[in-house]
């Protein structure tokens, strides 16, 4: 059983910040592309930010310019970093280890912006 393990959610003002991190088994982080997906109450489940092997980024457009994906390799980590936030960034977040094959999900964290 492949564990992503996550961490850095909580409360926070609207136009406050916060990062998120996901931690992977080596043999895990080292081949697969790393994803950030968020799910809010009654919505689907939606891609946040995609950074791939080659360190290659994707951010979904309702983020592009305040979030920002980084790994840090030596940590098997993956982190989300998170400005101006806003209410509408309320969701659990979850973070996805996936290659063509497979896809391994951490268990999520709660993000909630409000004041």
């Known amino acids: 059983q492949v564990q992503l393990v996550e961490s850095g959610g909580g409360l926070v003002q609207p136009g406050g910040s916060l990062r998120l991190s996901c931690t992977a088994p080596?043999?895990?982080?080292?081949?697969?592309?790393m994803s950030w997906y968020r799910q809010a109450p009654g919505n689907e489940r939606e891609l946040v930010a995609t950074?791939?092997?080659?360190?290659?980024?994707n951010y979904a457009d309702s983020v592009k310019g305040r979030f920002a994906i980084s790994r840090e390799n030596a940590k098997n980590t993956v982190y989300l970093q998170m400005n101006s936030l806003k209410p509408e960034d309320t969701a659990v977040y979850y973070c996805?280890?996936?290659?063509?094959?497979?896809?391994?999900w951490g268990q999520g964290t709660q993000v909630t912006v409000s004041s």
């Open positions: 080596r043999n895990i982080f080292s081949i697969y592309t």
């Open positions: 996805s280890a996936h290659s063509t094959l497979t896809r391994y």
């Open positions: 950074m791939a092997r080659g360190g290659s980024t």
